[in-house]
């Protein structure tokens, strides 16, 4: 990111931007030892207006709102985007021109049809951090024990493998059907969390498997968490979501809204360690800040980002089974302490 560059309104949105990445508690990334996993629904992310003053025209998102969406990503190693369009020169100049060279980018296919809304997903990553694995692919369901074919979503699951150090795992993202009641999304949340939990995760379970540490994550337009039958339908076959983003709302509105999701099976097939730190980052009113949010929307998103923290720095852990340390030493902030200087 050429920040020189940047005219005085982006340099402005950004400085506000930092001091909410940082309310948002998001940690600093640590070579070696942390990696900060990410989903955002992107509105409407196509083409951009390839200027920083406002296009009276169509479409709203210009340079401006190009560098504070890569100023949230620069601060993560690896986000899900969900809602880029068929036409991706707005998501390749977002990686290209203002997160650099060290940045990859991997997309999906469109989804065709009318519920597709020619949508596709994404994955950004820092590729001095994490790289990808090699797996890449869509979710097809399959047909019924009687052969029947099952009805796909409509907008097509998208699941792709990363390692980061020693650690592998896997991001499978999805954008669940809106509908046009909050009933309509029941049938794609079941078959989601089913697929998840009698395909993907059975199979993460043997050593030479491809979807090891599966991570479900994206905008599942679940409107409320707690006892809401889209939540418990989203969690029904064991998925679990984080404690610290159960309160946090995803959108902008003043009635909160609770679409994004990020969960894994806390089990015995999921290794990877979560830090117990997660969060969302609100931009509203730090971007933008002459406009209302619902215009503002247009430009950045009317969605932020959620985020959690995982650590894959094992070397205390590998010293104390060296140490004959039992679990609980092990579970210790400190387990090495049990050496004397």
């Known amino acids: ?40 629904n992107i509105r409407s992310f196509s083409q951009v207006y390839p200027f920083w003053e ?22 993560l190693d690896v986000i899900a985007i969900q809602e880029v369009r068929r036409e991706t020169s707005g998501i390749r100049k977002l990686v290209d021109e203002f997160l ?40 097809v369901l399959p047909p019924s024990p009687q052969g029947d074919p099952a009805r796909q979503f409509a907008r097509t699951p998208y699941i792709v493998g990363f390692r980061a150090g020693e650690e592998r795992f896997s991001l499978m993202t999805a954008h669940i059907n809106y509908g046009h009641v909050p009933e309509d999304r029941l049938p794609e949340l079941v078959a989601l969390a089913e697929f998840t939990a009698h395909e993907i995760k059975d199979r993460a379970t043997s050593p030479l498997a491809e979807e090891h540490n599966l991570i479900v994550l994206g905008d599942f337009n679940i409107d409320r968490r707690d006892d809401n039958p889209l939540f418990q339908a989203f969690i029904s076959r064991g998925l679990n979501v ?5 309160g946090l709302k995803t959108t902008y509105d003043t009635d909160p809204k609770y679409y994004d999701q990020i969960g894994w099976f ?17 931009f509203a009113g730090a971007v933008f800040k002459e406009m209302s949010n619902f215009l503002m929307s247009y430009r950045v998103s009317d969605h932020f980002p959620l985020w959690v923290e995982f650590i894959i720095d094992r070397s205390a852990e590998q010293m104390g089974w060296t140490l004959g340390l039992d679990e609980i030493q092990l579970g210790m ?7 004397p200087d």
């Open 266 to 282: 806390m089990d015995e097939s999921f290794t990877l360690k979560y830090n117990n730190c997660a969060g969302s980052i609100d």
């Open 54 to 75: 406002e296009n009276p025209d169509s479409p709203k998102r210009n340079l401006r709102a190009l560098a504070s969406i890569a100023e949230i990503i620069s601060n």
């Open 333 to 339: 902030p400190d387990p090495l302490s049990v050496v």
């Open 100 to 139: 650099g060279p060290d940045w990859g980018l991997i997309l999906s296919d469109v989804t065709a049809g009318e519920s597709g809304n020619s949508e596709r997903l994404a994955f950004i990553f820092d590729r001095r951090r994490i790289q990808a694995s090699g797996l890449a692919g869509e979710i």
């Open 242 to 246: 984080p404690e610290q983003l159960l």
């Open 1 to 40: 990111m050429n920040y020189p560059s940047y005219p005085r309104p982006a340099v402005e949105d950004i400085a506000r931007l930092r001091r909410r990445i940082a309310a948002s508690g998001l940690p600093p990334k640590v070579t070696d030892r942390n990696l900060l996993v990410a989903t955002w």
